[in-house]
């Protein structure tokens, strides 16, 4: 739901001018009088989606043998902790190879570092999930008459 005053996303607010309902964001709420404020979450809504994806970190490979070597854990001996080939792991190591998630998290926990950062573009996805239900005038006064009945 667009702003009626200036046109930006998210038009959470319901002012009445003159009259004339309007759905405004919260900085043109201002303009009127409040009919109705943000909309409360619904518990049954279904949680929002957490779509923020995994990045493994820039120079992992220094991360984990850097961490390795400050632990005193031969190559071998590590993969074998984690249940993978010590070849792999030197591919990851030398950044031949990027670990997938799983392994990233599992070297995370043997050697108590930080491999995988969220890539924020989450939040962005989950704000425009949020937008859009479109609530229309006639679903608002449902609502309140339900409230009044409660
Ligand atoms: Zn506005």
């Known amino acids: ?74 190559l071998e001996v590590l993969a074998e902790r984690i249940n993978e080939k010590h070849s792999f792991l030197e591919r990851v190591e030398h950044e031949k190879t990027l670990p997938d998630e799983k392994l990233a998290r599992k070297l995370e926990k043997e050697l108590g570092i930080k491999l995988l950062q969220e890539v924020s573009s989450g939040a962005a996805v989950n704000a425009k999930d949020g937008q859009g239900k479109g609530m229309t005038l006639g679903d608002i006064l449902e609502i309140q008459k339900r409230k009044k009945r409660e």
């Open 1 to 74: 739901m667009e702003c009626e005053i200036c046109g930006s996303e998210g038009a959470d607010y319901i002012i009445a001018v003159e009259g004339a309902k309007l759905f405004v964001c919260a900085e043109c709420s201002g303009s009127g009088k409040i009919v109705k404020g943000p909309a409360p979450k619904r518990e049954e809504s279904p949680p929002a989606r957490h779509k923020a994806e995994l990045e493994v970190a820039d120079g992992f490979g220094q991360l984990i043998a850097g961490a390795r070597k400050r632990m005193g854990l031969p």
